[in-house]
């Protein structure tokens, strides 16, 4: 299964006043995950939308370990662990400094067309990410 | 010239580590006033839309003068202060406890149809709003 | 166990280009949901934090079902399920117009001290929650 | 005076339903500037803030050209205009694929102590982005 890694900082806006990262941005992370191991599997999401092909998340669950402060630098390891005719299935590990895990989680995707229903998934993209 | 008031709270995903709302979020309680006073004057933003009108945001201006806090209430003064032929400007005011002004501000929008170019400001909006 | 209903608009910036909510804000509606559930049980979040007293979310899923869209009034209805030593779940489930099920899910949320390490739930506050 | 730039690709999340960048994202985009050109100039802003010190947002003003499209990649160009006692102003450019302006504007912030009493620019900051 196709894995990738990618680093991202947190920015200011992004804290709450807590003093640490507000839980909803790790779907923004997870999101950004998703993407760059799509690009690293040789598709960009935006061609796919091009071709009236959408990927919408249907279920997502993190689980929150230990706090990301403002400018740290994140690592997110993002595995593709699950391809069916119209789902996807990511599992997602934000690290932070020293690789301590901070949060994880995953989300399932349902490919469907312009009017919000399944669609097969393409299978060159189904065989670039098994 | 239309005036509208609108209240909305201040949420916890507002605030950053000082303390205090992040200084983009009055751009969305810009927004909240906006909407909420062209609806006041008879028209829902969501069905300009669905007849092919958009409103653009070309300008925008804010002065902080004091921060809002988590769970605030804060009251946003909204006034269309001119009526183009395909542009319009609101300005803004957003008041904190004890009627405090914290934030005050402008934005131009532009009217356009689906292909982002200029369109004429229907007769019966631009009626409403002055 | 107690229940809350409040409602809150779609605003603009919380579509995205698919034309529906994006999926993360729904986190922002969980959080409404709960702040108006203890409000209405008679502790202001705000409160408990000038005590030095935070709720920190541990956990999150939510099961999407139907997309919200821009201007839809939703409602949400909040649960507390469960009131540990020192942990609270919330169960949530967001209804678009003509009450129809959009998303639902659960939080997980600690309580701790400026240290971020567990504190008892004061007992007037679960109590009042029970 | 100092110069900086810094590139970023646009998150499906920063794009509302017509397609394009909401307008409040500019500012995100315009910290980010700010922050990397403070970075290049050998200060980090957590630094800052882990002295006492913080800048706090006293005015914005953005003029938007040409909308900026999700995962485009957008050049940030950030340029500090002015260097006051306890007050620096920054200006932005963001340019789109193919150099394209889209979006431009300017920020003031102040400095200002944990109490939010301006603070004078530490000597060595203010000598680096002369």
């Known amino acids: 299964m196709k894995e990738h890694t990618v680093t991202t900082r947190v920015r200011y806006s992004e804290t709450d006043?807590?003093?640490v990262v507000y839980h909803a941005y790790y779907l923004y992370y997870f999101?950004?995950?998703?993407?760059?191991?799509?690009r690293?599997?040789?598709f960009r999401?935006?061609?796919l939308e091009a071709r009236g092909i959408y990927l919408v998340v249907t279920e997502s669950?993190?689980?929150?370990?230990?706090?990301?402060?403002?400018?740290?630098?994140?690592?997110?390891?993002?595995?593709?662990?699950?391809?069916?005719?119209?789902?996807?299935?990511?599992?997602?590990?934000?690290?932070?400094?020293?690789?301590?895990?901070?949060?994880d989680g995953h989300?399932?995707?349902a490919m469907v067309g312009q009017d919000r229903t399944p669609v097969r998934i393409p299978a060159e993209v189904?065989?670039?990410?098994?």
Do not use: N
């Not at 390891?77 to 895990?101: D, H, I, N, Q």
């Open 17 to 19: 006043q807590m003093g």
């Open 31 to 38: 999101e950004l995950g998703r993407t760059e191991l799509l």
């Open 40 to 42: 690293a599997a040789g």
């Open 45 to 47: 999401y935006r061609d």
């Open 61 to 103: 669950a993190l689980r929150h370990r230990a706090p990301a402060r403002y400018d740290d630098e994140l690592k997110i390891l993002t595995r593709v662990t699950s391809v069916g005719k119209a789902s996807l299935r990511f599992e997602y590990s934000v690290l932070g400094p020293e690789g301590r895990l901070l949060t």
């Open 107 to 109: 989300t399932e995707l």
């Open 126 to 130: 189904a065989a670039a990410l098994r």
